[in-house]
């Protein structure tokens, strides 16, 4: 069913109310925006489902919001940071919630790590996802047949594998392994960005200070340009010519006219005056106001072998205990915990503490070893007993 009236909402709203779980999917475009262009919202409660025409003219999707704010009402979703990136925006900076993250329930449940729609529907519920549609453009009406069965087979799967994954996860005692996760999923400070935190996401070509301030004011100009605008970051600048900007800081039009690729009218206008104006409050800044580059993690000597040893252990718990080992830790945890048995990662802490974080603290220190007993690895015991890795 597609929805395109306040009345058919309303009333299809109405009655998820009621319903235990409700799970969620969008459709939606970003190759000329910078936010996101939401064309398409498919909902499936335990007995029916639909998809709303966001783009309809006049309806109103505070009924959809309504629903999704509910806190008594859980939310199913698969790789939900992109869907939730789009309600953030449309929910004044509110997220949906509680969640159940079905792509992060997968990796508890030993599924790999990030493991697609298609994949877990077809281990699952057996069904085969039809993909003809991936790349359609949502944006254009009418929707074809096609593109409603594909978006709706989003939603109505998601029913099946949500139910599955719930009862695995109940079964093994695991429910509270998603916590943590959800909880950065939902929580607001996730989805925000602050302008001047942009230069982050670039190269920076050089540590010297006054460069990264230039970087940092230009990025930060760019931001808000095509936020404002609504276009892509690179429809204002691209990455390169900001570096290059940055690296040769033009005072004037005509030195800012010799940037790779930028015109001579861009130079002289609105746009041109712009970027001048913030390589000129970069280079007034004095230096302690000036960025410095992030410090990179330098491993000690000798500790490079023990992280090594603690990815093999890693690689064991999470084959032993079925996790997908991104869930249990990264390797710059890895490398934090080679160096701080009080390091500040989620190794060190709750479920992961257990499965996995005081065996790495143990090996660290010599009161376990791994051994290689043919086609598995074991854990020794300092006085030699021996056990499995689990």
Not at 96 to 112: E, K, L, N, S, Y
């Amino acid at each position: 069913m597609l929805i395109t009236t306040n009345d058919d909402l309303a009333a299809f709203c109405a009655r998820l109310g009621d319903a235990p779980f409700v799970t969620v999917d969008t459709e939606f475009l970003r190759d000329t925006t910078y936010w996101p262009k939401l064309c398409l919202i498919q909902m499936a409660g335990p007995d029916e489902e639909a998809a709303i025409d966001a783009l309809a003219e006049g309806l109103d999707l505070q009924p959809i919001y309504d629903l999704l704010t509910n806190p008594g009402l859980l939310k199913v979703f698969h790789a939900a940071r992109q869907d939730m990136e789009i309600f953030y925006q449309r929910l004044d900076g509110k997220l949906p919630g509680p969640i159940f993250d079905t792509q992060v329930a997968a990796m508890v449940c030993g599924f790999g790590e990030q493991v697609g729609y298609d994949t877990l529907a077809r281990k699952l519920t057996g069904a085969k996802i039809e993909k003809a549609s991936r790349f359609a453009d949502w944006s254009k009406r009418p929707l074809t047949d096609k593109q409603l069965s594909y978006a709706l087979a989003d939603v109505t799967h998601l029913r099946d594998i949500y139910r599955k994954l719930r009862d695995q996860l109940e079964a093994s005692g695991r429910a509270r392994w998603l916590d943590e996760e959800m909880a950065q999923i939902t929580d607001p400070a996730t989805y925000q960005m602050d302008p001047r935190d942009a230069w982050q996401r670039l190269k920076p070509k050089s540590g010297d200070r006054s460069y990264l301030a230039l970087l940092r004011e230009l990025a930060a100009w760019r931001e808000r340009e095509a936020q404002r605008r609504n276009v892509p970051r690179n429809r204002i600048l691209r990455d390169e010519q900001i570096q290059d900007i940055a690296a040769h800081a033009p005072r004037t039009a005509k030195d800012l006219a010799r940037t790779r690729g930028l015109s001579g009218d861009f130079a002289k206008g609105r746009m041109g005056e712009a970027v001048l104006a913030a390589v000129e409050h970069a280079l007034s800044l004095p230096p302690e106001e000036r960025p410095q580059s992030p410090r990179k993690n330098e491993t000690p000597p000798g500790v490079a072998a023990l992280v090594d040893l603690l990815k093999v252990l890693l690689k064991a718990k999470s084959e032993s205990h079925g996790v997908a080992q991104k869930l249990l830790a990264t390797t710059t945890d890895l490398e934090r915990i080679a160096v701080d048995d009080q390091a500040d990662v989620a190794a060190l802490r709750g479920w992961r503490y257990d499965v996995f974080g005081a065996h790495a603290l143990a090996l660290k220190h010599g009161r376990i070893a791994l051994a290689a007993r043919g086609k598995r690895v074991a854990i020794v015991d300092l006085d030699g007993s021996e056990r499995t890795a689990e």
